[in-house]
């Protein structure tokens, strides 16, 4: 068959349902291969937002998301979202065209060497040089970029090899099981764990797997050892629970923090040093046991003292089956904290004032989604305020990134999100200028008929840089900036639009935006004057005795 034929059929063997893209030329056999196919491609209106939809894919369901790009200007304009997936543990397959490579018709024309472009951001970069290469090319790039720890794989699909024939089949994919953990290592953690007089269960990234998640319950439901989650760690243990403490949502100085650095024994699930620590974690100064698929990274912050490899899931059922919670454990300190951490929350949560404190946003937040519902963050600095005081009570129902931390990747996020589920309520929390950065996928949410809502977090400026601008003492200076009418332009698109004129109302039309159906952009304006007063101020002075 043609081999733009048989490269669809090798997508279609590895389950892949959706490949979203902005084509070009040197895409066109593939795209009308894709045309005949069960595979539905979503047109962007930008390659960026293409990756962190496909990223957001990966990161969801485990299997790698599939974006495309045409050579050239168009595969630079993946670069962000390729970066983003690796350093986020998504699995990601990007597919570029390109020139013919047996014969040029047009010099060097857009021609920029992708392969070697993207060889440093992902964990397999290739180009197809014969047709007969196609379905084991594509089966080693899935398998790549879904084992342990996922991330970006690329391909380049040349136009001429995308016309040639060949009568090789799709290789199909087989399951693999993971080696389990060495038992002379459960066994030293055991040890660690019966020894120590006050453990902590740090919940990272990588716990975020279903089977992990349901062994790691286990682990707590016998244990009682209370946890505490990174970022993106939330929501694979639902923190509505009695056990969970907090989220690290700033980098030191917090009443977490303090947690941290009163256990003698920090059991470490899922970390890996991509994601920003979440304190400096030394086994000079407490046991720090880490659980995870892959070795840990050397470095300055993070230093454990037991490393225990392999499955993840089967690490954790292995210390749940032999542990014997110890009488020597004692927590008070640590839901003492937890009770003084959620005292500071609450502060304003009810806060009247008006534009909108960061704490009442996030109150309403919580008090309007159901727990099912997925809130998908851009960064910016409600990313700490939302990591902070927002419960997740499900997996991936707080999607933010704490890796690349990139701005830009919360609307499409949302929208990959809603593609998948659109059963549940999505909530895509932005900044107005992360927003600029991918409002053009209003028209993709729209001719997608997407029921969306877009929160517009609202201070006329970049707002985390101004808030690291003034603890530094600095002048302001260059981080401000207007912003369009967003009524207007939600309305320009064919979206609804409103904005909140008081404290009162934005849980009242967040609520109606998502009973109403359609794609709702929320403008709201935010009172930022919270963060140095809280983050820099208030917390200084509430810990510092603790």
């Known amino acids: 068959m043609k081999a733009s034929d048989l490269f669809v059929k090798c997508l279609e063997a590895e389950g892949v349902k959706y490949v979203f893209g902005v084509p070009g030329e040197e895409n066109l056999d593939l795209l009308e291969s894709m045309r005949e196919s069960s ?30 790009s045409t050579l050239g200007p168009g595969a630079t304009n993946l670069v962000t979202g390729v970066a983003y997936a690796q350093l986020g543990g998504m699995p990601l397959l990007v597919i570029t065209g390109q020139k013919p490579i047996r014969k040029s018709k047009q010099g060097r024309f857009q021609i920029v060497d992708i392969v070697q472009m993207m ?65 002379k290592a459960i066994n ?44 993106m760690g939330k929501g694979v243990i639902d923190e509505a629970s009695e056990l969970y403490l907090g989220t690290t949502a ?123 519902g997925i809130l998908a963050l851009d960064n910016g600095m409600y990313k700490l305020w939302i990591a902070r005081s927002y419960n997740a009570h499900a997996q991936n129902t707080v999607l933010l990134d704490n890796a690349l931390a990139t701005m830009g990747a919360g609307l499409p996020g949302a929208m990959g999100a809603k593609i998948l589920f659109p059963d549940k309520a999505v909530v895509a929390l932005v900044g107005d200028g992360g927003l600029m950065m991918s409002s053009q996928e209003i028209e993709t949410a729209i001719r997608l008929k997407l029921n969306l809502v877009v929160v517009i977090v609202n201070d006329n400026g970049y707002g985390m840089i101004k808030w690291k601008q003034q603890g530094a003492d600095f002048d302001n ?11 207007k332009f939600a309305e320009s698109f064919g979206a609804h639009g409103t904005r909140v004129e008081n404290a009162a109302e934005f849980s009242k039309k967040l609520k109606h935006a998502l009973e109403s159906g359609g794609v709702w952009l929320i403008d709201c304006p935010i009172d930022y004057s919270e963060n140095i007063l809280v983050f820099d101020k208030e917390l200084k002075e509430k810990t510092k005795n603790l």
């Open 477 to 487: 200076f260059a981080l401000e900036f207007s912003n369009p009418d967003f009524v």
């Open 188 to 231: 030293m953690a055991l040890e660690l764990l019966k020894e120590s007089k006050s453990p902590i269960v740090l919940v990272a990234a990588g716990a975020n797997r279903k089977l992990v998640r349901k062994h790691l319950q286990a682990f707590l439901d016998k244990t009682k050892i209370p946890f505490i989650s990174t970022q």
């Open 39 to 68: 595979i539905k491609f979503i047109t962007t209106r930008h390659e960026q937002a293409a990756v962190f939809m496909a990223a957001t894919f990966g990161r969801l369901t485990g299997k790698a998301g599939v974006a495309l």
């Open 250 to 372: 700033l980098s030191a100085g917090d009443f977490v923090h303090k947690m941290l650095e009163k256990s003698d024994c920090v059991l470490v699930v899922g970390h890996n040093i991509n994601e920003k620590p979440p304190v400096v974690l030394s086994s000079q100064e407490r046991n720090v046991i880490h659980l995870n698929f892959n070795e840990a990274d050397v470095d300055d912050v993070y230093i454990p003292t037991l490393e225990v490899v392999g499955d993840l899931a089967h690490s954790i059922w292995a210390l749940t089956e032999d542990i014997i919670p110890s009488k020597k454990w004692n927590f008070e300190y640590f839901f003492n904290l937890k009770n003084k951490l959620q005292e500071h929350i609450n502060e304003k949560s009810k806060d009247d004032s008006f534009p909108l404190k960061p704490q009442r946003l996030v109150a309403d937040l919580q008090a309007t989604l159901p727990n099912d």
């Open 119 to 183: 060889t440093p951001l992902t964990k397999m970069s290739e180009t197809i040089v014969s047709a007969d290469r196609i379905p084991s090319l594509i089966r080693q790039a899935f398998k790549v970029a879904e084992s342990e720890l996922p991330g970006a794989v690329h391909l380049e699909l040349p136009e001429d090899i995308a016309v040639e024939e060949s009568d090789v089949a799709p290789i199909l994919p087989v399951k693999i099981r993971r080696a389990g953990p060495d038992p």
